[in-house]
């Protein structure tokens, strides 16, 4: 206590007792005071109005941050490179002879696999070189394409 004296002499004159406390008379009517306190909250919950809004509000805002994104990444996609001119170059691209694309076009699956069952030229075909046929001249986006029709 002495080496405090000398130290801190303003800390040592502070006396040694608990600061906090309840105030006097506090806990007398404590029960009263905190049974109209609930009651006022129960009054305020039942005047609030629910209001369908409020639910909504999430959901509304979501759908219009999609439909934002969605302005602003297809619109400007489709302006810039129009459908059409896609289609046109793939089929000049992949063929190009018009007429034989033509009558390829007008095949239906039947008859495709009767053609290739058929023994016109004595040629047969295995599953490996249908399935290489298929891979280098079909995308594997084309072929779920056509797997899912």
């Known amino acids: 206590m002495e080496e405090l004296k000398d130290i801190a002499p303003n800390l040592s004159k502070i006396k040694k007792e608990n600061a906090f406390g309840t105030p006097k008379n506090y806990f007398d009517d404590f029960s009263a ?44 996609l489709k302006t810039f490179i129009p459908q059409q001119q896609v289609i046109e170059t793939t089929a000049s691209a992949d063929y190009p002879d018009s007429q034989m694309h033509s009558i390829l076009e007008g095949l239906d699956e039947s008859s495709f696999f009767s ?11 295995s599953d490996d070189d249908l399935m290489a046929y298929v891979s280098t001249n079909f995308s594997t986006y084309e072929i779920f394409e056509y797997t899912e029709e």
Not at 115 to 125: A, M, Q, R, V, Y
């Open 115 to 125: 053609l290739l069952e058929s023994d016109d030229n004595g040629n047969t075909f």
């Open 33 to 76: 005071r905190m049974q109209m306190q609930i009651e006022a909250e129960k009054h305020v919950a039942d005047n609030k109005e629910f209001k369908i809004i409020n639910l909504l509000k999430p959901a509304l805002g979501l759908a219009a941050s999609f439909a934002i994104i969605f302005m602003l990444v297809y619109i400007p």
